[in-house]
């Protein structure tokens, strides 16, 4: 039995997607951008010319629903099956987007840089629990019209792993999808063998704006599995309630599902969301608070329900720096998202609401990782039932160190973890240079970067993607960095 999380009952979840499809077909989605307006009323789903109002009818919803896959397999730059996004089957990744990173030689905050970026994918091709990478920050040393794809590009030419990142613009998409068709035969190839996850964001509440909802359109068009991740603020822009809310979050993932298999039936779509609470006292938005986290591990439940995968943004901190606030919040949501059965966890690294990412922390949440998976590993009877002999044992030696049975499974059952959790007692620390959690956290990053390994882009091929990026510049003269 895989140790396993649940909120809401299963007639609470049929009741929750039945209102979900009632608004879908009654109320509909503000499609606010006149071309993708055009594009699904074209498809058949009934729009009003002068709202801009998309109703989904029911059918249609569940059509979709059928021809969305349950689950999809991720591949690595070189073409190769890399992790299967299916049923319980969980990965952990880190957030997108951050606008800062946590400077680990200073503590101070500052704008990122390409070299932070490749610095960040190599440690992060090495971190074993840590199983593919996203598009952490947004370097501040190349325009703002090709940093969507100069992240992406950053994160391939460093790692082999497969990345989630996505679009800032409403042309963003077909650049990257043409980047990423260079690294198989064609855009077919590259339909069959999935290298990197894109996100889109509805705009809460009830609304596709240009932006997402041409990058919906062109995901589908190039089948790029997309995650519909609805931003909700609880009590401010969706119902403060646990059971309004997951409605709300519902009907925006599955119009943009409905969307996606109308563009192209099969496109895989993962069922993502990033709830957070509205503090109406400070006016922020924790992702980490209680009620989010409720929310969350509910959603995956609805999403089990509908047969598709998931996604969610846990694992990450609301505090500014790596303190206490911090391991707890990260250490809570990635237990709680494990135990849901999240396929795709965005949140290791980041802090601050999303808005700064820190690599010491990064290092420090792949350990989380561990114990996470650890945690739900199934329970099975190894040769301890009957107990007789073993007890027997035991009571003669007064110990079971050098039982047979220990020797056998103490490697799998009894786990040490790394350098990051420190389990020596006050003499061996000191013996062993009264190392703090940062002190840690650099000598892991500088050893992983000692071990990296990974062989850079063939010359041909990273010219090409260069000359990409010089193309499409709105800057004629731009001058990009080196990777």
Request: overall charge negative; glycine content about 6%.
């Amino acid at each position: 039995m895989r140790p396993r999380l649940e909120i809401i009952d299963t007639t609470l979840i049929e009741r929750i997607v039945d209102e979900a499809l009632t608004v879908l077909e009654t109320t509909g989605i503000l499609v606010d951008y006149e071309p993708a307006f055009d594009r699904l009323t074209a498809a058949g789903l009934p729009g009003n010319a002068e709202t801009h109002r998309v109703r989904f009818p029911r059918d249609v919803v569940e059509r979709a629903l059928a021809t969305a896959p349950s689950g999809f397999t991720l591949h690595d730059r070189d073409g190769e099956p890399f992790a299967r996004l299916e049923d319980d089957r969980v990965h952990f990744v880190p957030a997108s987007s951050a606008l800062r990173i946590l400077d680990r030689a200073t503590g101070e905050v500052r704008e990122a840089s390409s070299a932070d970026f490749v610095e960040y994918a190599k440690v992060a091709d090495r971190l074993q629990n840590i199983a593919y990478l996203s598009t952490a920050f947004i370097p501040k040393d190349v325009p703002p019209d090709i940093a969507d794809g100069w992240r992406l590009y950053l994160a391939l030419a460093s790692s082999k792993k497969p990345v989630v990142s996505g679009a800032f613009t409403a042309h963003g998409v077909p650049r990257m999808a043409q980047m990423m068709g260079l690294f198989r035969h064609d855009l077919e190839e590259l339909a069959e063998k999935p290298m990197a996850i894109f996100t889109c964001c509805p705009n809460t509440p009830l609304r596709w704006a240009e932006d997402a909802a041409q990058n919906l359109i062109d995901c589908a068009e190039a089948a790029i599995p997309v995650e519909i991740v609805p931003v909700m603020l609880l009590g401010m822009i969706s119902p403060a309630t646990p059971v309004g809310a997951l409605v709300l979050h519902t009907v925006e993932v599955l119009s943009g599902l409905t969307v996606a298999q109308l563009i192209r039936p099969g496109t895989p779509v993962l069922f993502g969301g990033a709830p957070a609470s509205f503090h109406m006292r400070l006016m922020t938005n924790p992702m980490t608070a209680v009620e989010a986290l409720h929310v969350y591990c509910s959603y995956a439940q609805i999403a089990k329900h509908l047969k598709l995968p998931c996604q969610a943004y846990m694992g990450l901190s609301d505090s500014k720096f790596n303190d206490p606030q911090a391991g707890a919040e990260s250490g809570i949501g990635m237990f709680l998202a494990a135990l849901a059965g999240f396929n795709s966890i965005s949140g290791p690294g980041m802090l601050d609401y999303v808005n700064c990412f820190s690599l010491e922390k990064l290092v420090f949440d792949d350990e989380l990782a561990a114990h996470a998976h650890r945690y739900i590993r199934p329970v099975e009877v190894k040769e301890d039932l009957p107990t007789a002999a073993l007890f027997d044992e035991l009571l003669a030696e007064n110990h079971l160190l050098t039982a047979e049975h220990t020797l056998e499974h103490w490697p799998e059952e009894l786990y040490l973890p790394g350098p990051m959790v420190d389990r020596t007692n006050w003499d061996q620390w000191a013996f062993q240079g009264r190392k703090d959690h940062r002190t840690r956290a650099n000598e892991m990053i500088n050893e992983l970067l000692d071990d990296y390994d990974v062989p850079p882009l063939d010359e041909a091929l990273d010219a090409e993607i260069r000359h990409l990026f010089a193309s499409t510049c709105d800057d004629p003269d731009v001058v990009l960095p080196e990777a």
